[in-house]
Every structure is written in structure tokens, then in C-alpha cells.
């Protein structure tokens, strides 16, 4: 079963998380949550940009990325910043940048290019593509693939962006099959 690491920092995008856990979880990938945040404490609710939390399989500091197929990251500025700066997620990204997938949508690029991971070819959401600051930016595509690396546009393209990486790790037939029951004709 292909498996895939969603980090989460305060502040993330709740609509990119739970989409993209939620159309994984259906295609058969099995997909854990890690907290980057130790003050956290027992619950491991972390909480997101808009005031919604979300509880987290694991610490970031447990992760061990040979257990993993893809590491994608989901925007919000907050989370994305958080990420950005965590040594351990910018190390993982490295490491799956070299045999695995990295994925990042939103503003979460930003962390991509941080870790020295950004493909040359991306997409983001718009107004962040100035903070990323790196040639090689789409906006003519929902999701955008370069070799390993996989970016998305934001919170209205994470089911697309889900999709994408179902087909990618489980097949273009258990993507098709998702998609028809989720009735989405716009992806």
C-alpha cells in the first residue's frame, strides 16, 4: 500500500488538508499526519488558519522516510512559514526529494524552494509566486509535475491535486474510480 506524510504546522489551509487526506484515504493510500510542534502536548491538535484543528498521527521527529512513498505539504502562510523554517521537514524533503515524491500546494512551494527541492517547472498560488521568487511558474494548470516534485494552486485545487497523486502512486484506474464517485467532472 503506498503510504504518504501530510506535516502540519499551525496555521496551515484546512480546505488543502482534509481534501487531500480525504481523496488519498478513498484511493487506498494509506496517509499519516505529523505535528512540527512539540508544545502541542498528549492531543496533537494542530490548528489551522481558520480556526479548525486537526489531530496528528505522529511528531515530525518520529518520521522515518523510508516508511513513506510522498511527503506533501498543503498551504496557508502561517503553516507554510512554520515548515519553511522546521530543520527536521526541511531535511525530509531532501530526503524524498532524491528517490520519492515531494508535493506542495498553495503557498507551501515556498517551503520546496527553501529546502532546495522546487522543480523547474511549479505552479502556487498566485500571490505567492512572488515570494518563492523562482522561474519556472504555471498558471495554466491545476497541478504541475517535474520529475519527483508535484505542486498544486490552492484551497479550489486540492481535490484535482489529490487526484493527481493517486494516479501517481496507485494507478490511473483507482484515480478513475475515485473521481466517478466523487461525481467530479472538473479535474
Not at 136 to 156: A, F, L
Amino acid at each position: 500500500m503506498a503510504s504518504v506524510l501530510i506535516p502540519l504546522a499551525e496555521g496551515f489551509e484546512e480546505v488543502e488538508a482534509v481534501a487531500l487526506v480525504d481523496v488519498m484515504r478513498r484511493g487506498g493510500i494509506d496517509v499519516r499526519i505529523a505535528y512540527i510542534d512539540e508544545s502541542l502536548g498528549h492531543g496533537k491538535v494542530v490548528i489551522g488558519a481558520h480556526g479548525i484543528g486537526i489531530k496528528a498521527d505522529t511528531s515530525i521527529k518520529n518520521v522515518i522516510s523510508e516508511d513513506f512513498d510522498m511527503m506533501v505539504l498543503p498551504g496557508g502562510w502561517g503553516g507554510t512559514y512554520a515548515l519553511a523554517e522546521n530543520s527536521r521537514v526541511l531535511e525530509l524533503l531532501k530526503e524524498f526529494k532524491e528517490e520519492k515524491v515531494v508535493g506542495a500546494m498553495c503557498a507551501a512551494p515556498y517551503a520546496l524552494k527553501k529546502a532546495g527541492v522546487l522543480g523547474n517547472h511549479y505552479t502556487c498560488y498566485p500571490g505567492a509566486q512572488e515570494e518563492i521568487d523562482q522561474p519556472g511558474y504555471r498558471d495554466d494548470m491545476k497541478v504541475v509535475t517535474d520529475g519527483n516534485v508535484m505542486t498544486s494552486q490552492g484551497p479550489g485545487t486540492a481535490v484535482c491535486f489529490g487526484l493527481a497523486i493517486v494516479e501517481r502512486l496507485v494507478g490511473k484506474e483507482s484515480m478513475q474510480t475515485v473521481k466517478e464517485a466523487m461525481l467530479l467532472d472538473y479535474c
